[in-house]
């Protein structure tokens, strides 16, 4: 048998090179899809897209990552502010103007699309993003888009986080969103969404945080959430939301955080909450009336505790100096009357969180 001569090893050599970068080198419509998306955008300072640049889009294209088995692409990650150090090079936070491309829809393998931070990206999100089954993450924080949540979202069966805070997304939470099977994390913070709560969100058995302030939501608090077993972090501040608090809010298992603060709430403030796990509790700015339920015991541990701006009339009540520890409280601006109860809670306290009601008396105010 003839041995190799030097030929055939360097043909064999290059056959290798050849198979290899074909099995590395990113998916020719994935590229191309990439490749729409960037022509959409404008970076200016960073330079990010400077890399994206040559065949293989799974290497070195800056936010870019494949799947290491499917070689399609799976996470897109761009972020306008981040510890990376091509921002700390250029001194500057990310900007970048222009819209999201419904060529992305074409990286069929997507699992994460974050592109949070640019400041200046505007237009709609993609409605065709619900067609992408491996979506796992939506992360468009901190842009200036506009338009609405595709109605069909709940079609994104493993999506686990959906953030889209600090927009200015309008119209309504669609009824498909309680269809999120996966859904954990949802961040609607800081839009002008309007229309109320889905009635059923407490289908959504895996969220934890739901944060929906500073929109113009409206209707009611929707009795469902307190279903939400693993619901720890409730935020449905400076909205339009009307009617009564539910009781059952203050039976969930681990909610420690609930802000309904600027809100058009009324009717009283259920016993519940202040006996419940609820740690972080702001009710500041509605319209509460009645009493201050007295009902605190020693599980009655508040990091902060904030009552303001209601109409809360009747005393203090004495059980309060029961609770373990209340950080910060503010139950200034009601109609509350009679003697600040004494108690280590309480030793802490100074006037302005009494002020501004009918005739409370006693330290830190005047003695009675
Ligand atoms: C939620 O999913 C179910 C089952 O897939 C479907 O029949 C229903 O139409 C969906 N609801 C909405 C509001 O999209
Ligand atoms: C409670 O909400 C009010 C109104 O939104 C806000 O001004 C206040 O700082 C909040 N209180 C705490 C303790 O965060």
């Known amino acids: 048998m003839a041995s190799l001569s030097y030929h055939h090893i360097l043909f064999l050599l290059l056959f290798i090179a050849v198979c290899f970068s074909v099995v590395h080198a990113c998916h020719p419509s994935d590229r191309a899809a990439l490749l729409a998306f960037k022509a959409a955008l404008k970076e200016p300072y960073l330079g990010i897209f400077n890399t994206w640049t040559g065949n293989d889009c799974c290497h070195n294209w800056y936010g870019v990552s494949c799947d290491a088995e499917s070689h399609r692409v799976a996470d897109i990650n761009l972020r306008g502010e981040s510890e ?28 994460s699309l974050t592109i949070a931070d640019w400041k200046g990206i505007n237009g709609e999100i993609p409605r065709c993003v619900t067609s992408l089954p491996f979506l796992r993450i939506i992360d468009l924080i901190g842009n200036k888009l506009s338009g609405q949540i595709p109605a069909d979202i709940g079609r994104l069966h493993r999506l686990t ?12 939470i669609p009824e498909s969103l309680t269809n999120l099977s996966s ?24 969220l934890s945080r739901a944060l929906l302030s500073r929109n113009q939501i409206s209707g009611t608090i929707p009795e469902s959430i307190s279903k939400i077993y693993r619901l720890a972090d409730l935020d449905l501040s400076m909205n339009q939301i009307a009617g009564q608090i539910p009781a059952s809010l203050g039976k969930m298992a681990v909610l420690a955080t609930l802000n309904l603060d600027f809100n058009k709430l009324s009717g009283a403030i259920p016993a519940s909450l202040l006996t419940s796990a609820i740690s972080n509790l702001n009710l500041s700015k509605n319209s509460l009336e009645g009493r201050i339920p007295d009902v605190f015991v020693p599980r ?3 990091t902060a505790l904030d009552l303001s701006f209601n109409n809360l009339r009747g005393p203090i009540p004495k059980s ?8 910060h409280l503010d139950l200034s ?13 309480f030793d802490h ?10 005739c409370l008396c006693g330290k830190p105010l005047k003695a009675c």
């Open 300 to 302: 009655s541990y508040f």
């Open 183 to 206: 859904l954990m994390h949802l961040d609607l913070r800081n839009n002008r969404i309007s229309g109320p709560i889905p009635g059923d969100i407490g289908r959504l058995p895996m």
């Open 161 to 172: 986080v959906f953030n889209i805070a600090d927009n200015y997304i309008t119209g309504r």
């Open 333 to 345: 601006h009601n109609h509350l009357c009679g003697r600040i109860p004494a108690g280590s809670p």
């Open 349 to 358: 306290l100074e006037a302005s969180q009494f002020a501004y009601n009918d």
């Open 320 to 327: 309060v100096s029961q609770a373990s520890y209340i950080g």
């Open 84 to 111: 990376d150090p091509i921002f700390e090079r250029a001194h500057k936070t990310g900007y970048m103007t222009g819209y999201i491309s419904p060529a992305i829809c074409k990286l069929k393998r997507l699992s």
